[in-house]
Structures are given as structure tokens and as C-alpha cells.
């Protein structure tokens, strides 16, 4: 007996490991929305199987985790339905997304508009430092700059999968709705949540829609942010010439003569030069960085990715 205490003890403290592992992992977003998935799945199989859900789960039921076809049918429906339709079904639903954003002007209030753009304290532009980086063949700085789209590229593909698997979550709960009121007599875990919750059934229903709404805003029309790297060597640099063409611009553009509509082209086409270095790499609705330079267009004021630096923008008279 004495020797079987220790073995017991290692047993339980393992277990008591494998639990908390599990809790403290379940409050990653990702990890979560795919559990909910799948409990979802798991109960709209079992209706379709027994004509009861996981709510109305009775002990006899444990005999479905002996039934190999069912299980090898389930698990196989869910990989193609996640790997093949959803993938699918999502493209789908995204475009038809941007298109309303696109046909309804009234969308576009909930998306902050754009401040002119101005570069922060030590911040430059990461196509100017991979410029530095390839000018002076630096494999230090060459290896920051890949570094940093290394970061942004993860920080966005984490982003689309949080959308991705916010939509799954909330299609598959009005999929396990549909099908529970579809078998007569059956209760999936939507349709038992509600009368669980009781009076706050409704609340609760509105914080999810609106929660998942958010989410898929924030996943697929994200903020705008500057595409930038902080290195105050080369922001120094910078400032340098944007004052000194500024500099230039006002003593070129000055002086009492010349008609008023040649002064203010000169003055803009000198604005334009002067501030072509601050210019981002992309709006909030454009692809990452690609390594050009980025150009403005004078009538939009749209930064786009294109192959000049400079661009000098005429005023209409």
C-alpha cells in the first residue's frame, strides 16, 4: 500500500496539471471559439443520429462513443466542412460584405476617418528603412526590417483567423438552431440555452450578435495604421531634408510677382515634394506594404503604391 500512495499522488497532481493547462488555455480567443465550434458540431451530429442533443444527453448515449462508423463519419464531416466549405462560404460572405460597405455611404460612419498623416517621434517609413538596409548592405538592419514584417505579417494573419473563427462560431450556432427545430422533440444547446437563461435570454443574445459583430469589424476593416519602424538615425536624417526642401519650397515659391494661380501651383507642387517622405505605404483598405515606394493622387488625396517618390500635384484653375 505504501508504495501505490506515491503513484496515486503523481497521478492526481498530472491530472490537476492537465486541468488547469486546459483552463488557462481555454481563455486564448482562438483556441475558445474552436472548442465552441466543435461542441456545436458534436451536437448536430448527435441530433441527426439519436434526435437528441447534448442537453438531453441520457447514460445509455455513451454507446455512440463505441460506434466507430459514427465516429469516423463525424470526424470526417467536420474536417471537410472546416478544410473545403467554410473556407468557401466565408469568401463569400466577406465580398458580399465589402460590396454593402461599398453601395451604403451610411456603413462608412463606423469607420473613423483617416488624420492627415503625420510620422511619429523615431518612427520612419519601413520601405525607407529597407532602402537604408539594402544602400549600406547592413545584414543587422536588413535583418530588423525583416524582423518587423515578420511581426506585422503574424499580427494581421492572427487577425483574419479571429475573424474567420468568429464567423464559423456564430454560423455554426444558427446552424445547430436551424437543425434542432428541424427533429421534432430534440433540444440542441442554442435552443436549451434560451430557456435557461430565462428572462436575460435576450440580453444575452444581443451582447453575442453585437460582440461577434465587433469582431468581424475589427478582423476585416481594421484601423488604419502607419506602415513604420522606429529607428531615429535615419528619422533625424529625414527631417533634415523634408525641412530643408520646405526651406526651398518657400524661397521658390515667394516674392511679390507672378499671377496668383502660378504662385499657389508652385507652393502646392512644393507641399507635395516637401511631404512625399511622410507619405504611409497604404490606407486601412489596401494590401501591406510591397516594397515600392508610395506616390500621391493629387485629386483623391489617396496614397497609392506606386513608382515615383515625388509627385507634383497641379491646382485646377
Same mark, same amino acid.
Request: proline share 6%.
Given at each position: 500500500?505504501?508504495?501505490?500512495?506515491?503513484?496515486?499522488?503523481?497521478?492526481?497532481?498530472?491530472?490537476?496539471?492537465?486541468?488547469?493547462?486546459?483552463?488557462?488555455?481555454? #481563455?486564448?480567443?482562438?483556441?475558445?471559439?474552436? +472548442?465552441?465550434?466543435?461542441?456545436?458540431? +458534436?451536437?448536430?451530429?448527435?441530433?441527426?443520429?439519436?434526435?437528441?442533443?447534448?442537453?438531453?444527453?441520457?447514460?445509455?448515449?455513451?454507446?455512440?462513443? @463505441?460506434? %466507430?462508423?459514427?465516429?469516423?463519419?463525424?470526424?470526417?464531416?467536420?474536417?471537410?466542412?472546416?478544410?473545403?466549405?467554410?473556407?468557401? !462560404?466565408?469568401?463569400?460572405?466577406?465580398?458580399?460584405?465589402?460590396?454593402? #460597405?461599398?453601395?451604403?455611404?451610411?456603413?462608412?460612419?463606423?469607420?473613423? $476617418?483617416?488624420? $492627415?498623416?503625420?510620422?511619429?517621434?523615431?518612427?520612419?517609413? !519601413?520601405?525607407?528603412?529597407?532602402?537604408?538596409?539594402?544602400?549600406?548592405?547592413?545584414?543587422?538592419?536588413?535583418?530588423?526590417?525583416?524582423?518587423?514584417?515578420?511581426?506585422?505579417?503574424?499580427?494581421?494573419?492572427?487577425?483574419?483567423?479571429?475573424?474567420?473563427?468568429?464567423?464559423?462560431?456564430?454560423?455554426?450556432?444558427?446552424?445547430?438552431?436551424?437543425?434542432?427545430?428541424?427533429?421534432?422533440?430534440? !433540444?440542441?444547446? !442554442?435552443?436549451?440555452? #434560451?430557456?435557461?437563461?430565462?428572462?436575460?435570454?435576450?440580453?444575452? +443574445?444581443?451582447?453575442?450578435?453585437?460582440?461577434?459583430?465587433?469582431?468581424?469589424?475589427?478582423?476585416?476593416?481594421?484601423?488604419?495604421?502607419?506602415?513604420?519602424?522606429?529607428?531615429?538615425? +535615419?528619422?533625424?536624417?529625414?527631417?533634415?531634408?523634408?525641412?530643408?526642401?520646405?526651406? @526651398?519650397?518657400?524661397?521658390?515659391?515667394?516674392?511679390?510677382?507672378?499671377?496668383?494661380?502660378?504662385?499657389?501651383?508652385?507652393?502646392?507642387?512644393?507641399?507635395?515634394?516637401?511631404?512625399?517622405?511622410?507619405?504611409?505605404?497604404?490606407? $486601412?483598405?489596401?494590401?501591406?506594404?510591397?516594397?515600392?515606394?508610395?506616390?500621391?493622387?493629387?485629386?483623391?488625396?489617396?496614397?497609392?503604391?506606386?513608382?515615383?517618390?515625388?509627385?507634383?500635384?497641379? %491646382?485646377?484653375?
Amino acid at each position: 500500500m505504501g508504495k501505490n500512495e506515491p503513484d496515486r499522488t503523481n497521478s492526481s497532481s498530472t491530472t490537476l496539471e492537465k486541468g488547469l493547462g486546459v483552463l488557462d488555455r481555454s #481563455w486564448d480567443a482562438q483556441w475558445a471559439l474552436r +472548442l465552441i465550434c466543435l461542441v456545436l458540431f +458534436l451536437d448536430m451530429a448527435m441530433i441527426m443520429r439519436t434526435e437528441r442533443g447534448l442537453w438531453q444527453w441520457l447514460p445509455e448515449d455513451k454507446a455512440l462513443l @463505441s460506434d %466507430v462508423g459514427w465516429i469516423a463519419l463525424t470526424v470526417v464531416s467536420f474536417s471537410t466542412i472546416v478544410a473545403i466549405v467554410m473556407p468557401v !462560404i466565408l469568401t463569400f460572405l466577406q465580398q458580399l460584405v465589402f460590396a454593402l #460597405w461599398d453601395l451604403v455611404p451610411s456603413f462608412h460612419i463606423l469607420t473613423p $476617418s483617416e488624420a $492627415s498623416y503625420r510620422r511619429g517621434l523615431g518612427n520612419v517609413p !519601413i520601405y525607407k528603412f529597407r532602402d537604408l538596409a539594402l544602400s549600406e548592405r547592413d545584414e543587422f538592419l536588413y535583418q530588423l526590417y525583416k524582423a518587423e514584417r515578420q511581426r506585422k505579417e503574424a499580427i494581421r494573419r492572427s487577425r483574419i483567423r479571429d475573424g474567420e473563427l468568429t464567423a464559423t462560431a456564430l454560423l455554426a450556432a444558427l446552424a445547430d438552431w436551424v437543425i434542432a427545430h428541424q427533429w421534432q422533440g430534440s !433540444i440542441g444547446v !442554442i435552443s436549451g440555452l #434560451w430557456p435557461f437563461l430565462g428572462d436575460y435570454a435576450l440580453l444575452v +443574445l444581443t451582447v453575442v450578435l453585437l460582440s461577434g459583430l465587433f469582431m468581424l469589424k475589427w478582423a476585416w476593416f481594421p484601423p488604419y495604421k502607419p506602415d513604420e519602424i522606429y529607428f531615429p538615425p +535615419l528619422d533625424r536624417q529625414l527631417r533634415e531634408e523634408e525641412e530643408m526642401r520646405k526651406k @526651398s519650397c518657400t524661397k521658390n515659391s515667394g516674392g511679390p510677382s507672378g499671377p496668383p494661380i502660378k504662385k499657389n501651383q508652385a507652393a502646392t507642387s512644393c507641399l507635395a515634394n516637401a511631404t512625399s517622405t511622410e507619405s504611409p505605404s497604404g490606407f $486601412s483598405t489596401s494590401s501591406p506594404d510591397s516594397g515600392t515606394s508610395p506616390d500621391v493622387l493629387c485629386e483623391t488625396r489617396i496614397f497609392l503604391a506606386m513608382r515615383d517618390r515625388h509627385v507634383i500635384c497641379d %491646382v485646377a484653375a
